[in-house]
């Protein structure tokens, strides 16, 4: 097992998890935009945005970070190609740590805070799912 595949597995795979919030995150904005001239530069405007937000926008964020969990964990998990769930905790810890500073840094509702905090641990299943996948 060399370190730099496991650097790599932990590298690629929060670029394979972040594409998945994009591509999520993309489905959702248009079906829940906000409200016309919000500048999401704007941090003020974000968090009256957020604080304001229908369920379903923020829902989509969370769905977002359950298929980032999964997916990232799966491929940290295949291409570190050691037995072990090491690469995969490793992108569940920075994308849980990067949610955190998020959810502090805007106002999310209590619901979110758990399930924000809760989805990472799919980091288990996507890893346990590539250890019984065969071997690359």
């Known amino acids: 097992m060399s370190i730099l595949r496991q650097i790599l597995a932990v590298v690629v795979g929060l670029i394979v998890g972040s594409i998945g919030i994009t591509i999520v995150e993309n489905i959702g904005h248009p079906l829940y935009p906000p409200p016309a001239g919000t500048d999401s530069n704007n941090r003020e405007a ?15 964020i969370i769905i977002a970070y359950a298929l980032a969990a999964f997916v990232s964990r799966f491929t940290a998990t295949k291409i570190s190609n050691s037995g072990k769930h090491t690469a995969a905790v490793i992108c ?3 994308f849980l740590l990067i949610t955190i500073y998020m959810m502090v840094s ?5 619901w979110f805070w758990i399930l924000g905090i809760l989805v990472w641990t799919l980091v288990l ?11 690359i």
């Open 106 to 110: 805007l106002p999310t509702p209590i």
């Open 92 to 94: 569940g810890s920075i």
């Open 46 to 60: 974000l968090k009256e945005y957020v604080g304001k937000a229908p369920f379903m926008a923020l829902f989509f």
């Open 125 to 135: 299943a996507g890893s346990q799912f590539a250890l019984k996948t065969k071997k």
